[in-house]
């Protein structure tokens, strides 16, 4: 690797860029929103973060794990998985989750922290790809509709209409609530005027071309628009719903709801309207409310109940439930009082529980729906909802009863089958057999008959998951999340002994000579070009083990010889991703001389932060009688192949006694001082 300077002067971190290229930032663009960015905040958009030290730990978002081993150090603004290996910056973090490239994820935390970055056509680099002109289309389009409710005469009716519903301007603005004027091609020619190209607005669904071939025409005439947002705050989409129910100021009778399109930017399976908002009090609640419209999610929110979500003109789905699945613990399903509502609910018990999570209902009065208990009840709707919310067995067994579904032994039979199909979705085995009591209890039939039917309901479940799972190429449901960009493998999970360090043979000083080096990276990376020269003028580069160990060390050494010290790079992936990984682990891990040391003769134990050039001293004699070791186990297994050759021994047999010399001279401190 050619050397890297310090400052990567008019880089623009290249091997970064040339990924993605035309697309490029300046280095102080990149400091001023890395600065601006808390890791711990981004992360905990994904991922429940609790902290134990000066760390924050949760359960890794890319790959499968029941026992917490990731981390984040907001001190030094990395992450680090002890499980799978994933680490790095703010930068990484979002790119590997979202399965973004550099410059998106750019954007994104730009745009998150209000950080304005500068047009392609400004520098004269090459004009943003197609994603993020959609993006730039959808931005605008929501400040059209946003500006045409709260500010231009031709939303006063929409305005009007919404206020009469009992939205205030701050629900309004919260939820970027805007209003599409009458008129076929008003938005389209606005976006013109600002240079926006009717392609992109096609590809982000909001004009369609004309049947005639020529022109295009607005998607969206004379409703109320619903912006949908990302959890990290891009618009995606628009839902937009008619100011009545039936006409919509149309000559004909139009549809109540006209929902964006998919596009490269826009999956539906995939997006709930409102987490944005909501993704902090969910995270704090553990608890998320489960609601199917728009107005829903906002008429919830305004009476305080500010942890609900609706799913986005779409059933309820796997990759839905995920996404919550990094917030919350819990789901509540409140669903209109109909049968769509029914169906909508039994469904999603199935899936909130598949995905490990509990799931509640609240059965509405008839006739009833979200939005008009919200306005009913007001403040009180919390209270209100916690009085109704049953677990999932009782709602199972209270809807078939009341519809006199029970009401014959093939109806009882098939409601107590529909009620432990729903417990054998659940993945632990624990879990599943704690609600068998629950389901004896409310059909009044013996734990033990019920027993049979669930495990071989939870098998042949087991099976056709992991038949799915070798169709598609994905894990089979556990609890745990989706992985982001990354395929989950034995390696990947904690509970399997592995070896991530360097190969030498099956010497027990591996372990120890990995430990040692991860000691005197931290030192370097921590104390800087001071350090490094006191390590590197006693410890040669190919004492450190090959691989991401002395490929760190080199990096530090090219460093020392340009001047000055670019701990970024390291964290940025400029000296690979296996060097990343591994000064973002000491860094976060804070890895710290084994006191089994002080066991060893002339091996004195100081804390790093109490003297680190004494701990560096015994660090790099710890290494060096390492590899003095490493050297007489292979001098003594050569000298043992030529003794049962009949060769001469006395070669090896010298080497031996001058290698343990050498030793004696290491421990008592005579090489290094």
Same mark, same amino acid.
């Given at each position: $690797?050619?050397?890297?300077p310090?400052?990567?002067?008019?880089?623009?971190?290249?091997?970064?860029q040339? $990924?993605?290229?035309?697309?490029?930032?300046s280095?102080?663009?990149?400091?001023?929103i890395?600065?601006?960015? #808390?890791i711990v905040?981004?992360?905990?958009?994904?991922?429940?973060l609790?902290?134990?030290?000066?760390?924050?730990?949760?359960?890794?978002?890319?790959?499968?794990?029941?026992?917490p081993?990731?981390?984040?150090?907001?001190?030094?603004? /990395?992450?680090?998985?002890?499980?799978c290996g994933?680490g790095?910056?703010?930068?990484?973090?979002?790119? *590997?989750v979202?399965?973004?490239s550099?410059?998106?994820a750019?954007r994104?935390?730009?745009?998150?922290?209000?950080i304005?970055?500068p047009?392609e056509?400004?520098?004269?680099?090459?004009?943003a790809?197609?994603? *993020?002109? /959609?993006?730039?289309?959808?931005r605008f389009?929501a400040?059209?509709?946003?500006?045409?409710?709260?500010q %231009?005469?031709?939303?006063?009716k929409a305005?009007?209409y919404m206020?009469?519903?009992?939205?205030?301007?701050?629900?309004?603005?919260d939820?970027?609530?805007?209003?599409?004027?009458d008129? &076929?091609n008003r938005l389209?020619k606005?976006?013109?005027?600002k240079?926006?190209s009717v392609?992109?607005?096609?590809?982000?669904g909001?004009?369609?071309?004309?049947k005639s071939?020529e022109?295009?025409?607005?998607?969206?005439?004379?409703? /109320?628009?619903f912006p949908?947002?990302?959890?990290?705050?891009?618009?995606l989409?628009?839902?937009g719903?008619?100011?009545?129910?039936?006409?919509?100021? @149309?000559?004909?009778? @139009?549809?109540?709801?006209?929902?964006?399109?998919?596009?490269?930017?826009?999956?539906?399976r995939?997006?709930?309207?409102?987490?944005?908002?909501?993704?902090?009090v969910?995270?704090? !609640?553990e608890?998320?409310?489960?609601?199917?419209g728009y =107005?829903d999610?906002?008429?919830?929110h305004?009476v305080?109940?500010?942890?609900t979500v609706?799913?986005?003109?779409?059933?309820?789905?796997?990759?839905?439930?995920?996404?919550l699945?990094?917030?919350?613990?819990?789901?509540?399903?409140?669903?209109?009082?109909d049968?769509?509502g029914?169906?909508?609910?039994?469904?999603g018990?199935?899936?909130?529980l598949a *995905?490990g999570m509990s799931v509640?209902?609240v059965?509405?009065?008839?006739?009833e729906?979200?939005?008009? /208990?919200? !306005?009913r009840?007001?403040?009180?709707l919390?209270?209100y909802?916690?009085?109704?919310?049953?677990?999932?067995?009782?709602?199972?067994h209270?809807?078939?009863?009341?519809a006199?579904?029970? #009401?014959t032994?093939e109806?009882?039979?098939?409601g107590m089958r529909?009620?432990? !199909?729903a417990?054998?979705?659940i993945?632990?085995v624990?879990?599943? +057999?704690? &609600?068998?009591?629950?389901?004896? +209890?409310i059909?009044?039939?013996?734990?033990?008959?019920?027993?049979d039917?669930l *495990?071989?309901m939870?098998?042949?479940?087991?099976?056709?998951?992991?038949?799915?799972s070798?169709? =598609?190429?994905?894990?089979?449901?556990?609890?745990?999340r989706?992985?982001?960009?990354?395929s989950v493998?034995r390696?990947?999970?904690?509970?399997?002994?592995?070896?991530?360090?360097?190969t030498?043979?099956?010497?027990p000083?591996?372990s120890s000579a990995?430990?040692?080096?991860?000691?005197?990276?931290?030192l370097?990376?921590?104390?800087g070009?001071?350090?490094v020269?006191y390590?590197l003028?006693n410890t040669?580069?190919n004492?450190f083990?090959?691989?991401?160990?002395?490929r760190?060390?080199?990096?530090?050494?090219?460093?020392?010889?340009?001047g000055s010290?670019?701990?970024?790079?390291?964290l940025?992936g400029?000296?690979?991703a296996e060097?990343?990984?591994?000064?973002?682990?000491?860094a976060?891990?804070?890895e710290?001389?084994?006191q089994? &040391?002080? !066991?060893?003769?002339?091996?004195v134990?100081?804390?790093?932060d109490?003297n680190?050039e004494?701990t560096?001293?015994?660090?790099?004699?710890r290494?060096k009688?390492?590899?003095v070791?490493?050297?007489?186990?292979?001098?003594?297994e050569?000298q043992?192949?030529? +003794? %049962?050759?009949?060769? #001469?021994?006395?070669t090896?047999?010298?080497?031996i006694i001058?290698?343990?010399a050498?030793?004696?001279?290491?421990?008592?401190?005579?090489?290094?001082r």
């Amino acid at each position: $690797m050619a050397a890297v300077p310090a400052s990567l002067p008019g880089t623009n971190f290249p091997i970064l860029q040339d $990924m993605c290229p035309g697309m490029y930032f300046s280095d102080d663009t990149i400091a001023e929103i890395r600065a601006a960015s #808390d890791i711990v905040d981004v992360v905990s958009g994904y991922v429940r973060l609790k902290k134990k030290g000066s760390n924050f730990f949760g359960l890794c978002p890319f790959h499968q794990e029941k026992t917490p081993s990731f981390s984040v150090n907001p001190e030094l603004g /990395i992450f680090k998985c002890f499980g799978c290996g994933a680490g790095g910056d703010v930068f990484r973090f979002v790119r *590997e989750v979202e399965g973004m490239s550099f410059p998106e994820a750019v954007r994104t935390l730009a745009e998150k922290e209000g950080i304005e970055l500068p047009e392609e056509g400004a520098t004269s680099r090459e004009r943003a790809d197609t994603v *993020e002109a /959609i993006y730039g289309a959808l931005r605008f389009a929501a400040r059209f509709f946003y500006a045409r409710l709260t500010q %231009a005469d031709s939303g006063q009716k929409a305005l009007a209409y919404m206020q009469g519903r009992g939205y205030s301007k701050a629900m309004i603005r919260d939820f970027g609530v805007g209003y599409a004027p009458d008129g &076929w091609n008003r938005l389209l020619k606005e976006a013109e005027a600002k240079h926006i190209s009717v392609e992109t607005l096609e590809q982000a669904g909001l004009v369609i071309p004309r049947k005639s071939g020529e022109g295009y025409y607005d998607r969206y005439r004379d409703r /109320i628009m619903f912006p949908i947002f990302s959890h990290m705050g891009k618009v995606l989409g628009f839902g937009g719903r008619v100011l009545d129910d039936s006409t919509g100021g @149309q000559e004909n009778t @139009q549809p109540k709801y006209i929902n964006s399109p998919e596009t490269l930017v826009y999956d539906k399976r995939r997006v709930l309207y409102g987490l944005r908002q909501a993704r902090q009090v969910i995270r704090e !609640q553990e608890e998320a409310v489960l609601v199917e419209g728009y =107005t829903d999610v906002i008429s919830l929110h305004q009476v305080g109940v500010r942890n609900t979500v609706a799913s986005c003109g779409t059933s309820l789905t796997r990759e839905q439930i995920q996404l919550l699945h990094r917030y919350a613990q819990r789901i509540v399903l409140v669903f209109d009082a109909d049968g769509a509502g029914e169906k909508a609910a039994r469904r999603g018990i199935d899936i909130v529980l598949a *995905e490990g999570m509990s799931v509640y209902v609240v059965e509405l009065p008839a006739g009833e729906d979200p939005d008009s /208990i919200a !306005q009913r009840e007001g403040a009180s709707l919390n209270d209100y909802l916690a009085k109704r919310r049953v677990d999932f067995v009782r709602w199972l067994h209270d809807v078939d009863h009341r519809a006199g579904r029970l #009401d014959t032994p093939e109806g009882r039979a098939a409601g107590m089958r529909a009620v432990l !199909q729903a417990i054998a979705c659940i993945p632990d085995v624990l879990r599943r +057999e704690a &609600w068998l009591p629950r389901a004896s +209890e409310i059909f009044s039939v013996p734990e033990g008959r019920l027993y049979d039917v669930l *495990e071989s309901m939870a098998t042949s479940r087991e099976r056709e998951e992991f038949r799915r799972s070798v169709r =598609t190429g994905r894990p089979a449901s556990g609890g745990g999340r989706q992985p982001t960009g990354r395929s989950v493998s034995r390696s990947d999970d904690p509970s399997v002994k592995k070896s991530r360090g360097p190969t030498f043979g099956t010497r027990p000083s591996d372990s120890s000579a990995l430990a040692t080096e991860k000691i005197l990276i931290r030192l370097m990376f921590e104390q800087g070009l001071p350090m490094v020269s006191y390590i590197l003028g006693n410890t040669s580069l190919n004492e450190f083990s090959p691989g991401a160990p002395r490929r760190t060390v080199k990096g530090f050494a090219e460093q020392h010889r340009a001047g000055s010290m670019n701990r970024q790079a390291f964290l940025d992936g400029a000296y690979g991703a296996e060097v990343q990984r591994l000064v973002a682990e000491v860094a976060v891990r804070k890895e710290e001389p084994s006191q089994n &040391w002080e !066991q060893k003769k002339g091996v004195v134990v100081p804390r790093l932060d109490e003297n680190p050039e004494g701990t560096a001293l015994q660090a790099m004699k710890r290494l060096k009688i390492v590899r003095v070791d490493e050297a007489i186990a292979r001098r003594a297994e050569e000298q043992s192949r030529a +003794e %049962a050759s009949g060769d #001469d021994i006395r070669t090896y047999q010298q080497d031996i006694i001058q290698l343990q010399a050498l030793r004696g001279r290491l421990e008592k401190g005579e090489i290094i001082r």
